[in-house]
């Protein structure tokens, strides 16, 4: 693995983690998805529910060998509403020989997301990496008909299930070149490799969205420039592309870009549909949050954005798994990341999906948490109490810390604890009357003791 200039590991080391793959489907309209359907019965209080309801899919990079992992497959399930391979749909688990092909790990997560409804990104047909051995070795016309065939094999079998192919992944070079990635494609076969395969692609599987994905052309730059030159002369040509996939693995070196809504339009304007394709963010609380969040209200300000996918779900399988980047952590708590994703799509989950939350029209108050300030040591959190349809004189609601997280300070409340000493019970002081639909708040600092980063998760608002 090495560091690019940007300071993301190359997107191929993405390999080192287990084998991961694909499912779901989905038919096309020829310039969008049908309705994306909706893996739970409650709108707008998960990932996938609350991005369909904004003509949106949000999905997740998933592994075969994790699906019988219960809290995996649950979140999996409950959460998302698209799913990405990440390894097990690639050439060598694919094809590891030439024309003998193994779909079992890939068909494994295909039928356990169309037996839960979620749609399938396919990725990828054509990449320089994690090739098996017998590829490289091929000379021009054999390569051609080799991979020409791949595409079509591949394709075939998965014709009707896949709403949008990564057909062609990474074949661009980083720095201030702006050239195509040296690669046995690109060395034996030159630039129309990228237009064949396309077209392959589009003759396999009509239905299916072909997309072009690569990293680190977030913004605007020599990179994303070539790509956007490349795709504006398919579309001045007829040549048949989709969309285009941004990966956007963030970290403090590599953050995300200023212009970020600014290229996402850009490409759209030429055409085809944008998707954030394979989005993880290093960092923690309320730094990594404000960071997911502004990445989703970028999507959503570009009409043809029509999903994103993190990749991974819990931080512990994540291929950067020591940079936390993921939206749950190790134990699958949601963490600030996810709240700031769910309100950014127009959900509502209450501080972690707890009764009360502001998405509970006959609650008679609700209580919401979100994450104020943040530092090495501790936090600030902050609650905020919101009336029901009638005035309320007095709220109270339950705080549970994680241990050994330990509240230090609390103000405009007034609390107590239980024998544990893990759960906070906070009332009203000097602002429990509230009209109906009004809002006060009350804080509390938040010491973590060497502790995780698992925010507190808030009991149901109870008011007379």
């Not at 396999?204 to 790509?227: E, I, M, R």
């Not at 969309?243 to 403090?252: D, M």
């Not at 991974?312 to 708590?333: A, E, H, M, Q, V």
């Not at 029209?361 to 029901?388: F, L, Q, R, S």
Request: proline share 5%; glycine share 12%.
């Amino acid at each position: 693995m090495r560091m690019i200039k940007l300071g993301i590991r190359e997107a191929g080391a993405k390999a080192a983690r287990g084998p991961l793959a694909v499912a779901a489907t989905a038919l096309l309209t020829a310039t969008a998805l049908v309705a994306l359907p909706q893996s739970t019965a409650h709108a707008a209080d998960t990932l996938g529910a609350a991005a369909a309801e904004k003509g949106r899919y949000f999905g997740a990079a998933v592994a075969a060998n994790h699906l019988g992992e219960a809290q995996y497959a649950a979140t999996l399930n409950t959460e998302f509403n698209s799913v990405t391979p990440e390894n097990e749909m690639k050439w060598d688990a694919l094809e590891p020989s030439r024309g003998s092909f193994s779909f079992g790990n890939a068909d494994r997560i295909v039928n356990h997301a169309r037996g839960r409804g979620m749609a399938v990104r396919g990725h990828t047909l054509v990449w320089h990496s994690q090739l098996p051995g017998w590829v490289s070795g091929l000379g021009t016309s054999d390569l051609r008909s080799a991979m020409n065939n791949h595409i079509t094999q591949v394709m075939t079998h998965y014709r009707g299930q896949i709403h949008s192919w990564d057909v062609v992944n990474e074949a661009f070079q980083d720095g201030s070149s702006g050239a195509r990635r040296s690669s046995p494609f690109q060395d034996r076969l030159g630039n129309g490799f990228i237009e064949e395969a396309f077209r392959t692609a589009r003759a396999t599987d009509p239905n299916a969205k072909l997309c072009y994905n690569d990293y680190n052309t977030d913004g605007v730059n020599a990179k994303s420039n070539a790509v956007y030159t490349m795709v504006r002369d398919f579309k001045s040509r007829g040549v048949p592309i989709d969309c285009v996939g941004f990966q956007s693995h963030f970290n403090s070196a590599s953050p995300v870009p200023s212009d970020y809504r600014a290229n996402l339009q850009r490409f759209a304007d030429l055409g085809v549909d944008v998707q954030i394709t394979e989005l993880d963010i290093e960092g923690s609380g309320t730094t990594q949050a404000t960071n997911y969040g502004n990445v989703v209200t970028a999507c959503l300000a570009v009409s043809r954005c029509t999903g994103i996918t993190v990749w991974g779900i819990p931080d512990k399988y994540s291929w950067r798994s020591s940079g936390t980047p993921l939206l749950f952590d190790d134990n699958y708590t949601k963490k600030p990341a996810y709240h700031a994703v769910l309100s950014a799509l127009g959900g509502s989950d209450g501080g972690g999906g707890d009764p009360g939350g502001p998405g509970d029209p006959d609650a008679a108050c609700t209580a919401a948490y979100t994450t104020a300030e943040d530092w090495g040591g501790g936090y600030n959190g902050k609650v905020t109490i919101t009336a029901g349809r009638s005035p309320i004189s007095a709220w109270a609601v339950n705080v549970t810390m994680t241990p050994p997280q330990k509240v230090s300070t609390v103000w405009n409340g007034s609390p107590t604890w239980d024998g544990s000493g893990n759960v906070m019970t906070v009332r009203s002081s000097w602002n429990g009357t509230l009209a109906a639909g009004a809002s006060t708040t009350f804080g509390f600092t938040v010491t973590r003791n060497g502790g995780s980063t698992t925010p507190p998760q808030l009991g149901p608002c109870t008011a007379s």
